[in-house]
C-alpha cells in the first residue's frame, strides 16, 4: 500500500539556503525505499524553513545515468495543502516505523 520513496537528493533552498534533504517521489515502489534521484523522473521537497516548493521534472528519457542537469527545477512558494501533504506523508510514515517497530517488539515478546 505504499505513499511514497525517500529520495537521496540534497541541495540548499534557493530562497533562504536552508538545508533541503527529505525529498520524495512516488515514481517508485511507494515502499519507503530510499532512491536515487536518476532512478525516478519526478521528486519534491519543501523547504522546513521557508516553504519554498522545489520539485525536479525529468527533462526528457534518457538511457545512459542521469545527471541532475536533465532535470527541470520547478521552485514555488508551497500552498499550505502541499505543504501539509508533505509533512503528514513524513509524520505517518514516522509513525508507522514506531508501531510496526512495537509489533515486532510485540511478537519477540517484549
Ligand atoms: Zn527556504
Redesign the pocket.
Known amino acids: 500500500m505504499g505513499m511514497f520513496d525517500d529520495v537521496k537528493f540534497k541541495m540548499k533552498?534557493?530562497?533562504?539556503?536552508?538545508k533541503?534533504d527529505n525529498f520524495q517521489s512516488k515514481d517508485g515502489d511507494c515502499a519507503m525505499f530510499l532512491l536515487e534521484f536518476w532512478e525516478v523522473n519526478n521528486f519534491y521537497d519543501s523547504?522546513?524553513?521557508?516553504?519554498?516548493w522545489v520539485e525536479f521534472f525529468l527533462k526528457k528519457k534518457m538511457n545512459k545515468k542521469r545527471t541532475i542537469q536533465d532535470y527541470e527545477r520547478v521552485v514555488k512558494i508551497s500552498t499550505d495543502e502541499e505543504e501539509k501533504a508533505h509533512r503528514k506523508k513524513y509524520n505517518d510514515f514516522a509513525e508507522m516505523l514506531k508501531i510496526g517497530k512495537f509489533a515486532l517488539n510485540k511478537e519477540n515478546g517484549q
Do not use: D, E, R, S
Request: with cysteine; charged share 15%; proline share 8%.
Open positions: 533552498c534557493p530562497k533562504c539556503k536552508t533541503m523547504c522546513h524553513n521557508c516553504n519554498t
